[in-house]
């Protein structure tokens, strides 16, 4: 009883903090104090003061400007990279799936190939050849990160269309495509849906991770990760430059993973401890 | 009307490829349903009776296959159409009612989008005209409150009213021939006979032929004009429901039979 009020109450602080960030992201002009990539060099690394709560950074620009517009860029990423891996799983899963036999053997054993892959190094390579754009890093992630939600799929639609209400469907004359997009995906979607939200948060870290190594997002537009790696080399005078960006990173996914889970115990009360 | 043969079905045999070896299902069975009249299949659990209605409409999944035989359904072998010829077919020239009514309908959809949906499927009408013949067969197949039931999901029916549900879905399109694989075995008693007469009525308005299939002795005697005995995936015995009920020549009809007289 405590246990679950505790889990509702941490899933509704973790909602919460996503609706904001959500929030800061749509309104970002409105909510910024100051323009992200304005430098004012009288204001070089200022601690955090009533003018720039978060202090500033090498250039004199204001961090918490700079987070409210990487916000943008950390949750377009998330969202579309993993609408990306979600459309691309459902396709691949449902249509394995559901004809089955040499057409399901071939489709997953090029998912078991993608899987083969260090993703990572991977995205890297690819970032590194074509041009670090957050176009191209959001269309990399989302095109290695599908596998789990085609199996997810996959599997779920080999238990479904067993249903006899699937058989009653295939009575009445449906379409194949029609059955697999009204009958059976919108069965399965559950668990892909919990996959999606612990995505989002994966994805975020990622970009993160490819901005930390200068191959992400481009200066002057800020994100988190490039704010990082600006930070890095004053980490010794100025604490703020590197700690709120990385906060907002972490509270970000943690808030994602708690979703997710909160999810899943929804969807699927079956696993509830 | 009573002169036609509407399914011809010849040879039938439908076979299981199992890592122990071939199960065969269906080995071989011979039939006819004339048209207008209700032509039953009786046999025990697992006889074949079953697979040998999906068998019919091609839709058998694999491990199993149909090995041989021809479905001649008016002028054509179903077995021989192309996929998109013999979906056409499915649900519109013949249909199907199934024994659980519970399993037979999507849960994330209501009943009135599911009969819409079957009408969609064979039907190029406007949604209006659609939502309107599905609450025309809601109310011809007796449901109380059709109007409820439409907007309703398949878990806020019961059990009876589901399994009307389940009829107007599969009359909605006008079939020419209605397969009722065992179409009461999942209700109690009451709603059962309430089942059969609600068939008994269809198919007198709309002259329908059926295939009636059921273990059931008593449900077959009352509905059927001829029955077909079967077992382990053979037809043992058929002819008109008087003989097979009052002077059976094999003795598997006998001991069925007489497995129901005990009964009662």
């Not at chain 1, 697999?180 to 919108?186: A, G, N």
Request: one cysteine or more.
């Amino acid at each position: 009883m405590m246990a679950e009020l505790i889990r509702n109450r941490m899933a509704a602080s973790a909602l919460a903090f996503i609706i904001l960030m959500l929030v800061f992201a749509a309104f970002a002009p409105a909510i910024a104090p100051y323009n992200p990539t304005e430098i004012d060099t009288k204001n070089i690394l200022t601690a955090p003061s009533k003018a720039h709560i978060f202090g500033t950074d090498t250039l004199g620009r204001d961090i918490f400007s700079r987070i409210v517009y990487g916000s943008r860029i950390s949750l377009s990423i998330g969202f579309i990279a993993v609408g990306i891996a979600v459309l691309i799983g459902i396709f691949f899963g449902s249509v394995a799936g559901y004809y089955g036999g040499r057409i399901d053997s071939i489709m997953m054993r090029f998912v078991d190939i993608m899987l083969c892959f260090p993703t990572f190094f991977l995205i890297l390579a690819v970032i590194a050849v074509l041009e670090p754009s957050i176009f191209n890093i959001m269309v990399v992630i989302g095109a290695t990160g599908w596998m789990g939600v085609a199996r997810l799929i996959r599997a779920e639609i080999l238990t479904l269309k067993e249903r006899e209400y699937v058989m009653a469907s295939k009575v009445m004359g449906a379409r194949p495509a029609w059955m697999i997009v009204r009958h059976l995906i919108p069965n399965a979607i559950g668990p892909v849906l919990v996959s999606a939200t612990l995505g989002v948060g994966g994805a975020i870290l990622v970009e993160s991770a490819l901005s930390f190594l200068g191959i992400g997002v481009q200066p002057p537009t800020p994100s988190w990760g490039n704010m990082l790696m600006d930070g890095k080399s004053t980490l010794g005078v100025a604490w703020w430059h590197t700690v709120f960006p990385g906060l907002f990173i972490l509270f970000t996914v943690l808030a994602y993973n708690l979703l997710g889970e909160a999810l899943r115990d929804f969807l699927e009360p079956r696993l509830r401890r | 009307m009573m002169d036609g043969t509407i399914l011809k079905v010849r040879d039938l045999k439908t076979h299981f490829q199992t890592d122990r070896g071939v199960v065969k299902a269906v080995d071989g069975v011979d039939f006819d349903v004339r048209t207008g009249e209700t032509f039953g299949i009786v046999g025990e659990s697992g006889s074949g009776k079953t697979l040998t209605a999906l068998s019919i409409l091609k839709l058998v999944a694999p491990p199993g296959r149909i090995v041989s035989g021809s479905v001649v359904f008016k002028s054509e072998d179903l077995l021989l159409l192309d996929a998109e010829r013999l979906r056409k077919i499915r649900g519109s020239k013949i249909s199907m009612v199934f024994q659980e009514p519970a399993s037979a309908f999507n849960p994330v959809f209501t009943i009135g989008y599911q009969i819409i949906e079957a009408v969609m499927a064979h039907q190029a009408v406007k949604m209006s005209k659609a939502r309107d013949l599905a609450m025309e067969f809601l109310k011809r197949a007796r449901i109380a409150d059709p109007a409820k039931a439409y907007h309703d999901y398949p878990h806020q029916l019961s059990g009876g009213a589901k399994q009307r549900a389940m009829i107007a879905m599969a009359l909605v399109n006008s079939p020419e021939l209605l397969i009722l694989d065992e179409p009461t075995t999942a209700l109690d008693v009451t709603i059962q006979s309430q089942i059969l007469d609600l068939l008994d009525e269809i198919r007198e308005r709309e002259r329908l032929s059926t295939l009636f299939i059921s273990h059931d002795f008593g449900v077959i005697a009352r509905m059927c004009d001829r029955v077909a005995v079967m077992r382990k995936g053979l037809i043992v015995e058929s002819g008109d429901k008087a003989q097979i009920l009052n002077d059976p020549k094999e003795e598997y009809t006998v001991s069925l039979l007489e497995s129901v007289k005990a009964l009662a």
